[in-house]
């Protein structure tokens, strides 16, 4: 029996994200993974997820910057879908990867209402704001989802709390 596991991602998926993927696969197991266009980032959370990461200079440079332009969120998405297509064939997974609109969480919904789903996996970075008040993408979809949603943090083997 196949089974259809959904992947929001906010970054390309990389070596230690996809050995955690092929360990929650079956046999026939496809991968539907979506990358939002990321043009409404929230600074000071940004500011201070950085802090809590104790990467000072990070943090200086993403507020100094500021919103990315169209333009650069749109790029970024794409070179994210690429390297996270090049990623899962490369493994030998199969799946589909495609770029969704900036709110993540509620194209991961619109996704499981369209598409038959059996769990959902959210993979972050650590972000100490969201993840201490279950505001992050993982619990937002919890509540939203009728189906199991694993939280990791990317590069690792680290499970958030959701």
């Known amino acids: 029996m196949s089974e259809t596991i959904v992947v929001l ?4 998926l990389n070596d230690a994200d996809l050995r955690n993927l092929e360990l929650l696969a079956t046999e026939g197991t496809q991968f539907s993974v979506l990358i939002p266009e990321d043009t409404k980032r929230n ?3 940004d500011f201070l997820d950085n802090l809590s990461l104790l990467d ?3 943090a200086f ?3 100094l910057h500021g919103q990315p332009s169209p333009e ?3 790029t970024e998405a794409e070179e994210a879908k690429r390297l996270s297509v090049q990623a899962l064939q490369g ?3 199969q799946g ?3 770029i969704v609109d900036d709110d993540g969480v509620s194209a991961l919904v619109d996704y499981v209402e369209r598409h038959p789903a059996d769990r959902a996996v959210v993979i972050t970075t650590p972000h100490a704001v969201a993840d201490t008040f279950h505001t992050d993408w993982a619990n937002r979809a919890q ?3 009728g189906i199991p949603v694993l939280h990791l943090y990317s590069g690792s083997g680290y499970i958030g709390d959701s």
Do not use: H, M, N
């Not at 991602?9 to 390309?12: A, G, I, K, L």
């Open 56 to 58: 000072v200079a990070q």
């Open 43 to 45: 600074l000071v959370l």
């Open 96 to 98: 589909t990867v495609e």
């Open 91 to 93: 493994r030998g997974l």
């Open 9 to 12: 991602t906010e970054e390309p």
């Open 143 to 145: 509540d939203k989802l």
């Open 72 to 74: 650069e969120a749109k």
């Open 61 to 63: 440079r993403e507020l």
